[in-house]
């Protein structure tokens, strides 16, 4: 069926959140596994995810390559199921905390230890530092291609996703990653901080950080 979404992953990697969602969801999908890692056993797959990662699932005329939105995706595709939470339901808030903090804080340092405790063990914390500058850079391909031809990430409009997005970028800037940006990512952080919101946000904490101070 050239309909099914089609979900290409490696076998027990983080692409297992999607497969096992899809599972429970009863989602049909078309399930390709790829030897690991892609971007060097595959590379042809570099055509259809330039990030090189697994998870991506491709269902119409959409990619996505996030594990955990990919699940939440499948549990609420033909609408709210009970894999996933409503809102309005208890524990809402809850259910969105958990589905971000496991990728965003959880799994992040696993993949650190896993990197340079296993991987690459010859490495030294010097070399890790630049293979991670390097990491965060051939990182920012995605939102790259996504905003050459739009202002903001989605639906032509400035949303929360923006200021997850964008967040990254500021912090780039901070911690001395910043020539690892390219010029029309700095383009869109200028369009995002030139928000008279994120000028007070930062001003309220400035001004909070100052009064611990005194
Ligand atoms: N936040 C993404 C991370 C995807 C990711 O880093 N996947 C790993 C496998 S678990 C990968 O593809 N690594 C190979 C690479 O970066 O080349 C997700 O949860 O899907």
């Known amino acids: 069926m050239a309909d099914r979404p089609v979900l290409y992953s ?12 899809a599972q429970e969801a009863g989602v049909d999908i078309d399930l390709r596994i790829l030897p690991f890692p892609p971007r060097h056993m ?13 998870p991506m699932l491709v269902d119409g005329d959409c990619q996505m390559t996030e594990s955990c939105a990919i699940a939440h995706y499948f549990a609420t595709r033909s609408g709210y199921t009970d894999l996933a ?54 990182r920012l ?3 790259e291609q996504r905003l050459a031809t739009r202002e903001y990430l989605c639906a032509d409009r400035f949303t929360a996703a923006d200021i997850c997005i964008g967040y ?4 780039a800037k901070s911690v001395g990653l910043d020539d690892r940006v390219p010029g029309s990512l700095k383009t869109y952080r200028d369009r995002l901080t030139a928000r008279e919101a994120y000028k007070q946000a930062v001003a309220r904490e400035e001004a909070g950080r100052k009064a611990l101070e005194e």
């Open 10 to 21: 490696c076998a027990g990697s983080r692409g297992l959140r999607a497969t096992w969602a």
């Open 42 to 54: 595959a590379p042809e797959y570099l055509e259809i995810n330039p990030l090189g990662t697994v």
């Open 85 to 138: 939470i409503a809102p309005g339901e208890a524990d809402y808030a809850h259910y969105c905390d958990y589905t971000y903090h496991a990728d965003a804080t959880i799994t992040f340092p696993q993949t650190v230890y896993m990197r340079f405790a296993i991987f690459e063990k010859h490495k030294g914390w010097a070399e890790a530092g630049e293979a991670y500058a390097k990491w965060f850079e051939k």
């Open 141 to 143: 391909v995605k939102i």
């Open 168 to 171: 990254a970028l500021i912090l």
